[in-house]
């Protein structure tokens, strides 16, 4: 385990123990703060359902809004997981959803984009 700096350490004394924790912290983040957000979605996912489909259709409504057009970056698994305050199991299986429907394209190493709709693809043919 990483010892702070200035020799502060959990075992000597419970004031110095919430500054090795908030060091702890740093360490394992690589030095970046966490943002922990008040305005998260958690609180409006209705957990009588299984949340990552919320999420999923969450992601799906901002495809067909157009605020992810096509070929736009899909938020990561990380990003949406601090977003809607879930597990970040919770945003893959999403995330699995919505490429299983197409909605998406994963390209390893790059993230998730939005994939084009059939549709779509379909006018550009019948226009070549």
Request: aromatic letters at 6%; zero cysteines; glycine letters at 8%.
């Amino acid at each position: 385990m990483a010892v702070p700096p200035d020799g502060l350490h959990p075992s000597r004394g419970s004031s110095r123990y919430t500054a090795f924790a908030v060091y702890r912290i740093l360490v394992r983040s690589r030095g970046l703060p966490q943002s922990f957000s008040v305005n998260r979605m958690s609180s409006e996912l209705d957990r009588t359902r299984p949340v990552w489909r919320q999420v999923a259709a969450a992601i799906a409504t901002r495809i067909a809004d157009g605020e992810y057009p096509v070929g736009a970056r899909v938020p990561s698994v990380v990003e949406l997981s601090t977003e809607f305050g879930v597990a970040t199991s919770t945003a893959q299986k999403a995330l699995a959803h919505l490429k299983a429907e197409g909605l998406i394209r994963a390209e390893v190493g790059l993230g998730s984009f939005v994939a084009e709709r059939p549709a779509e693809r379909a006018n550009e043919v019948e226009a070549q």
